[in-house]
Structure formats: structure tokens, C-alpha cells
């Protein structure tokens, strides 16, 4: 049981290159998301999905795309990369089904340098 | 607009003191709070406070939740170097996807 893996761990891209970040969870949860996080700045949101089908906006989508493959894997697209979104990625996942909960799982995270 | 302030941003303490770490937020329709602690990786689950006035404890940790005042401290005792890190705070609106709004977080440097 590997929770939720990224790949890839580290990336380097330069200005106006694409690439696209994969995360997977293994514990059958219905929601998953895109966390970027920035020095002083918390977590922030990119997109989410509330279940497999559906795919929102979170607060900071711009620039980005998102897929929702299926239940287990989430993958969020940098079409032309820019200086502005080096940043560290986290994926997450909950389970929203279970009424008292909304423990959100997150991945080991993918360090992205953009140049 | 959601939001969640976190206070301190940052905060430097000796083995064994005891810290508090404050929470507040603005949220639609309000369904949980959460802590989180970040060490240079994933964030890491800690509580979730749904009620007022209940105490969530585990260990040298505990927090609680006033929602009338709209805020939430988490307590550290006997604070240890294994405790610093990033503390962050975030809350969740129902009907809202389970969207999690975070803090900055607050940086907690435990000195031997």
C-alpha cells in the first residue's frame, strides 16, 4: 500500500517547455488534488477532483491542466512553462464519502525548477 | 473570500518550553478544521476539529476549535527537536469538493 506516489520527484524545464506531473493513490478515494507551494505562502490549490469525471478549478489554475485518467491517477499538465511556476507540487487524496472525515493524503511532492 | 491566517509566521523556542499556535479563518459554510505538520516533505495529518470546545489531544499535542470566534490554537508541551517544523492550519467548506484552504503555516524552530 503506497498511498500516493509522484512522479517525478525533481524536474528542470526551461521557459515555454511542456511536462506533465502523474500522481496515483492506491487507497480507492474518490477526491484527488494539486497543491503548488511556495516559500511563505502555504499550500494553494490549482484543481481538484471531487470524484472520477469531474475536474474544478482551485485557486491558482492558471497556466494549468488537469486530467482525471481514472479513479487512481490524477495528472496535472504544464503547457508552456514559465519562470512563476517554479514551485513545489503536492498531489492529495481523500475519501469525502466518510462523513466525518476529510483527511487529505499527499504525496511526496515533485520540486519543479522552471528557468 | 475563504481565508486562513496563521500567527505566528515564525517562531524560535528551548527544549521543553510549551508553544501555541494560532488559527483563524473565514469559510462558507464551515465543515472542518485541520492541522497538518510539514517537516521538508508531505504534509502529515495531525487533527481534525469539527466542534467547539472539544479537545483533540495526542501525545505533547492537543488543539481545539472555537467556532463562535472563528479560531483554532494548537498546543505543543515540553516542545522536543523533533517537533520543528511547518505547522499549518486549513479548513474545508461543505459542498465544496473537500477543498482544503490553507494558511501560511507557522515555522517552529525547537533549540536543544
Known amino acids: 500500500n503506497a498511498g500516493v506516489t509522484q512522479t517525478p520527484k525533481f524536474q528542470v524545464l526551461k521557459t515555454g517547455q511542456s511536462m506533465t506531473l502523474q500522481c496515483a493513490q492506491d487507497?480507492?478515494?474518490?477526491?484527488m488534488y494539486w497543491y503548488r507551494q511556495d516559500p511563505g505562502m502555504g499550500l494553494r490549490l490549482i484543481y481538484y477532483s471531487a470524484s472520477e469525471g469531474t475536474t474544478d478549478k482551485g485557486e491558482v489554475p492558471n497556466g494549468y491542466n488537469v486530467s482525471r485518467l481514472n479513479k487512481r491517477e490524477f495528472s496535472l499538465r504544464l503547457e508552456s512553462a514559465a519562470p512563476s511556476q517554479t514551485s513545489v507540487y503536492f498531489c492529495?487524496?481523500?475519501?469525502?464519502?466518510?462523513?466525518?472525515?476529510?483527511?487529505?493524503?499527499f504525496g511526496p511532492g515533485t520540486r519543479l525548477t522552471v528557468l | 473570500e475563504d481565508k486562513v491566517v496563521q500567527s505566528p509566521l515564525s517562531l524560535v523556542v528551548h527544549e521543553g518550553d510549551t508553544v501555541t499556535l494560532n488559527c483563524s479563518y473565514e469559510v462558507t459554510n464551515f465543515r472542518s478544521l485541520l492541522w497538518y505538520k510539514q517537516e521538508k516533505k508531505a504534509p502529515t495529518f495531525l487533527f481534525m476539529l469539527?466542534?467547539?470546545?472539544i479537545e483533540k489531544k495526542s501525545g505533547r499535542l492537543s488543539s481545539i476549535l472555537d467556532k463562535k470566534e472563528l479560531f483554532s490554537i494548537l498546543n505543543i508541551t515540553a516542545t522536543q527537536t523533533g517537533d520543528s517544523a511547518v505547522y499549518l492550519c486549513a479548513v474545508v467548506g461543505h459542498n465544496q469538493g473537500g477543498k482544503l484552504i490553507f494558511g501560511q503555516g507557522t515555522e517552529l524552530s525547537v533549540k536543544p
Open positions: 469539527t466542534s467547539s470546545g
Open positions: 492529495a487524496s481523500s475519501e469525502l464519502r466518510i462523513p466525518i472525515t476529510n483527511e487529505q493524503f
Open positions: 487507497m480507492n478515494h474518490n477526491s
